[in-house]
């Protein structure tokens, strides 16, 4: 029996239309005369899906008790049993009801497959195993029905069901996805605008690297080793050196020709660990990498050009870029033309470019180090072992010796040199084959008891012992250094990963550094001065020594304390410079927006009172100055009701000029640098009586929606209430008769919201813009409407305060205002 074929429709949010698009696809392969039922479809009350199920056979659900409740699912086994063409089955990581066959709906799935029914079905990218804690990041709401993504993979077709995030916000507006009840907790929780636009995005992205895996994928199994350029991907070769900057910038400038560029930097790390570079330069060009929107990678290869070719292969790069050699002319002539001429022929259809730079051609060769990479100590017990075991051999090969022995004595010695290259290495080893060749030549070598050569062969022996004891000695030399620079790597990443891993679990970045660098290079004492300050500091520096002082930046100092370092240490010291250099930006950028967090508090509060004082000052002074010039000139002559309405309107003028002297003051004060934003714990539900109380409504023009489990807020309680006062008095304002205004709130992860709701006119879409702009009332034209702090200024407060305010439609008419402060976290 074929394997059914399964067909997902993805969506980044409930209500973007992938049941609706599932029975879509139903009907027109009904209408090829394909046999499709529908297996479960989930309609959520929406007229629109339920009007797409009629025409279908739908398979009856069964029944299942559970906990004294009925619950309705999938009935498999009908629908296996009616083995239709295709079955529709929605909402694929639904979890059944217990004492199914299957807990989870895809199982019930793969089941259908496995009896050749192709599928079609839909799953929302929330439920993703492995982007299930990063929609709890973006959304705060917690995902309990997931799907392993090696079942989404292993789909023969997947599509994404794309919908806009202000249409999809349209759509629930309309009351198309939820009931009228559920619309505005939607709206201010999950289907936030800036949430859909991640969970879109997301959704977007995971199908992009699912086409990236299926494409490589498809290359493996048929054995397409060149390159497709679905998009442009730059791959830089980095060896460390000086030259990486500049050949990064310039693969950053290839990637950025096209759309969709991707940079890619690799160092290839020989696998003996022998090649130099310099990890103070590879950081900080890990760094540059990714300010360049790039990635970083790092792999072994014995064969450089080759890992580095297999590399871009594997990334399907279009584009290679390598650096001109820094080696010279005679370095390039005594040891080859360096690994640019090897990987252009390897390169096949990958274009390279070979960059120029201010280190091309710059080193100088060098000839290896004569002492090698022995210790002292080795090299001792080489000639010691070449002044006794010469001897010792000597005595013993002189007992037993005989015309035929000739062979084995020469063997014997040559094995006395193979073993004291390996002990000692190459100074040691020449001795003894010197002395070895003397010996042989005096003691066992007709004429015996002289050192005489006067056969070709006898000194082409002693040439042979010498080669053989520098080759065995370079052999071992090697080998020592190999396991040196292996011991010192091991301790450098240890190190690295030591400072790393105390900055990441939250300890003091400078105080990890300190410590670290004193226990690794043995010193008696590590600090780190800025000027004359000391950051951090580990260990008792020594009064008498005068210490090693290494710049960090131009204020701040490394200074260590104990033995000098040698160079191998100072280029693992450059690393640890080079983060901690980084590790005090970081700091410093820190510390400034510290202080520069309540400067511009205070001045967004500054310039929207000084705004609002400019324009509210003129019509109470007019006000109050055109009551008592009437009241003056007109004396005895105006009536009752004239004079108690002129007196009303002074009162009423004055009273305003007595609001607004409470902001000049508070003018006065953020111009002399007082009027600092208080942050304190402020209860919301002790704070909205207030304000009732102060604007003189009551439950029958307010409807407080406020839960008993709201977190405290940070703000400063006279500068909310004056916020909350001019929005309910606005909103109170343009409600209409028998409308009441809403004010709720609503925690969303660390921040609190709180919304006015009010069900008038709205605001015009050609003036929503404007709402926050100074003085932008709406019909603001009478006398009577109060002075009001604007929406301007309301913003400044909030702004201040560390908030947000914003409009949104209210569903169904009117509009809300949300003000987003953050929480009181325990």
């Known amino acids: 029996m074929k394997q059914g074929?399964?067909?997902?429709?993805?969506?980044?949010?409930?209500?973007?239309?992938?049941?609706?698009?599932?029975?879509?696809?139903?009907?027109?392969?009904?209408?090829?005369?394909?046999?499709?039922?529908?297996?479960?479809?989930?309609?959520?009350?929406?007229?629109?899906?339920?009007?797409?199920?009629?025409?279908?056979?739908?398979?009856?659900?069964?029944?299942?008790?559970?906990?004294?409740?009925?619950?309705?699912?999938?009935?498999?086994?009908?629908?296996?049993?009616?083995?239709?063409?295709?079955?529709?089955?929605?909402?694929?990581?639904?979890?059944?009801?217990?004492?199914?066959?299957h807990e989870k709906r895809w199982r019930d799935v793969e089941t259908l497959l496995d009896a050749g029914i192709d599928v079609i079905s839909t799953v929302n990218i929330q439920h993703i195993e492995s982007l299930n804690d990063v929609v709890q990041q973006i959304t705060g709401v917690p995902q309990r029905e997931t799907i392993p993504d090696a079942v989404l993979r292993e789909a023969d077709q997947i599509e994404v069901v794309d919908l806009a995030p202000q249409a999809l916000r349209d759509r629930l507006s309309e009351g198309v996805v939820y009931p009228a009840a559920r619309i505005d907790a939607a709206l201010s929780n999950y289907f936030r605008l800036g949430n859909l636009t991640a969970l879109r995005e997301l959704a977007l992205l995971w199908l992009a690297d699912e086409v990236d895996s299926s494409l490589q994928k498809y290359r493996t199994e048929h054995g397409i080793g060149q390159k497709w350029e679905a998009r442009e991907r730059v791959v830089v070769a980095l060896t460390g050196g000086p030259e990486g900057e500049t050949l990064l910038r310039r693969g950053s400038r290839i990637a950025a020709r096209s759309a969709g560029g991707?940079?890619?930097?690799?160092?290839?790390?020989?696998?003996?660990?022998?090649?130099?570079?310099?990890?103070?330069?590879?950081?900080?060009?890990?760094?540059?990498?990714?300010?360049?929107?790039?990635?970083?990678?790092?792999?072994?290869?014995?064969?450089?050009?080759?890992?580095?070719?297999?590399?871009?292969?594997?990334?399907?790069?279009?584009?290679?870029?390598?650096?001109?050699?820094?080696?010279?002319?005679?370095?390039a002539l005594l040891t080859g033309a360096g690994i640019g001429s090897t990987v252009i022929r390897e390169s096949g259809d990958i274009d390279v470019h070979i960059v120029t730079h201010a280190a091309a051609g710059g080193r100088r060769f060098a000839l290896p180090h004569p002492h090698g990479s022995l210790t002292v100590r080795r090299r001792v017990y080489g000639f010691v072992l070449a002044l006794v075991g010469g001897p010792l051999l000597t005595w013993l090969l002189t007992l037993?010796?005989?015309?035929?022995?000739?062979?084995?004595?020469?063997?014997?010695?040559?094995?006395?040199?193979?073993?004291?290259?390996?002990?000692?290495?190459?100074?040691?080893?020449?001795f003894a084959a010197v002395l070895s060749g003397v010996t042989l030549d005096f003691l066992f070598v007709e004429p015996l008891y002289t050192v005489h050569i006067d056969d070709p062969r006898h000194a082409l022996s002693l040439l042979l012992y010498v080669v053989i004891a520098v080759l065995v000695s370079i052999v071992v030399d090697q080998a020592a250094r190999r396991s040196r620079a292996a011991r010192r790597s091991a301790a450098e990443s240890e190190l690295i990963a030591g400072v790393a891993g105390e900055v990441l679990r939250g300890h003091d970045a400078f105080q990890a550094f300190v410590t670290r660098t004193?226990?690794?290079?043995?010193?008696?004492?590590?600090?780190?001065?800025?000027?004359?300050?000391?950051?951090?500091?580990?260990?008792?520096?020594?009064?008498d020594d005068e210490p090693d002082r290494v710049p960090i930046?131009?204020?701040?100092?490394?200074?260590?304390?104990?033995?000098?370092?040698?160079?191998?240490?100072?280029?693992?010291?450059?690393?640890?410079?080079?983060?901690?250099?980084?590790?005090l930006e970081h700091a410093g950028l820190e510390e400034t927006a510290r202080e520069m967090a309540p400067l511009a508090a205070a001045d967004k509060v500054r310039s929207a009172l000084l705004a609002a004082v400019g324009h509210d000052l003129r019509r109470p002074l007019a006000g109050a100055t055109a009551a008592v010039t009437g009241l003056r000139s007109s004396g005895p002559t105006l009536s009752a009701g004239d004079r108690d309405e002129l007196l009303d309107t002074a009162e009423t003028s004055l009273k305003q000029l007595t609001d607004l002297l409470t902001n000049l003051l508070d003018v006065s004060r953020v111009q002399a640098g007082a009027l600092a934003v208080t942050?304190?714990?402020?209860?919301?539900?002790?704070?909205?009586?207030?304000?009732?109380?102060?604007?003189?409504?009551?439950p029958e023009s307010v409807d407080l929606d406020l839960p008993a489990d709201l977190p405290q807020l940070e703000a400063d309680p006279g500068l909310l209430e004056r916020v909350l006062v001019n929005l309910l008095s606005n909103a109170l304002k343009y409600s209409p008769e028998g409308q009441n205004v809403v004010v709720a709130a609503s925690a969303f992860h660390d921040t609190v919201q709180?919304?006015?709701?009010?069900?008038?006119?709205?605001?015009?879409?050609?003036?929503?813009?404007?709402?926050?702009?100074?003085?932008?009332?709406?019909?603001?034209?009478?006398?009577?409407?109060?002075?009001?702090?604007?929406?301007?200024?309301?913003?400044?407060?909030?702004?201040?305060?560390?908030?947000?305010?914003?409009?949104?439609?209210?569903?169904?008419?009117?509009?809300?205002?949300?003000?987003?402060?953050?929480?009181?976290?325990?």
């Open 5 to 101: 074929r399964l067909r997902v429709l993805l969506g980044a949010a409930p209500g973007v239309g992938k049941t609706y698009a599932m029975l879509e696809e139903g009907r027109r392969l009904r209408s090829q005369g394909k046999d499709v039922v529908v297996a479960v479809v989930e309609t959520h009350g929406r007229a629109a899906t339920k009007a797409m199920t009629l025409g279908f056979e739908i398979i009856p659900r069964t029944l299942v008790s559970h906990r004294g409740v009925e619950l309705d699912e999938m009935d498999l086994d009908a629908v296996l049993a009616r083995a239709p063409q295709y079955a529709l089955v929605d909402e694929l990581a639904h979890t059944n009801a217990p004492g199914l066959a």
């Open 262 to 331: 991707q940079l890619l930097a690799v160092h290839v790390t020989s696998q003996d660990g022998l090649r130099p570079s310099d990890p103070g330069a590879l950081a900080a060009q890990r760094s540059l990498v990714e300010s360049l929107g790039g990635t970083f990678h790092q792999v072994v290869g014995s064969d450089i050009p080759k890992a580095l070719v297999e590399f871009a292969r594997a990334s399907n790069a279009t584009q290679l870029v390598i650096g001109v050699s820094r080696r010279s002319r005679l370095s």
């Open 400 to 430: 037993f010796h005989s015309e035929e022995s000739i062979t084995s004595d020469v063997l014997s010695y040559q094995l006395l040199v193979v073993v004291v290259a390996l002990v000692g290495g190459i100074w040691p080893a020449l």
């Open 518 to 543: 004193r226990e690794a290079f043995g010193l008696t004492g590590v600090r780190i001065l800025v000027g004359d300050r000391v950051l951090a500091s580990d260990g008792e520096p020594a009064r």
């Open 553 to 583: 930046d131009p204020e701040a100092t490394l200074e260590l304390h104990g033995r000098s370092l040698q160079s191998a240490d100072r280029r693992l010291l450059g690393v640890i410079v080079t983060q901690l250099a980084t590790a």
């Open 679 to 698: 942050l304190e714990p402020v209860d919301l539900v002790d704070l909205v009586p207030t304000v009732l109380e102060e604007l003189g409504v009551g």
């Open 754 to 826: 709180i919304r006015v709701i009010d069900r008038g006119p709205g605001v015009p879409e050609d003036r929503r813009d404007d709402i926050f702009v100074p003085f932008q009332r709406l019909g603001d034209t009478d006398n009577s409407t109060g002075l009001g702090l604007g929406l301007a200024l309301s913003k400044g407060f909030v702004e201040g305060m560390g908030g947000t305010i914003e409009f949104e439609e209210t569903p169904r008419g009117g509009s809300t205002m949300v003000v987003t402060l953050q929480a009181v976290t325990a």
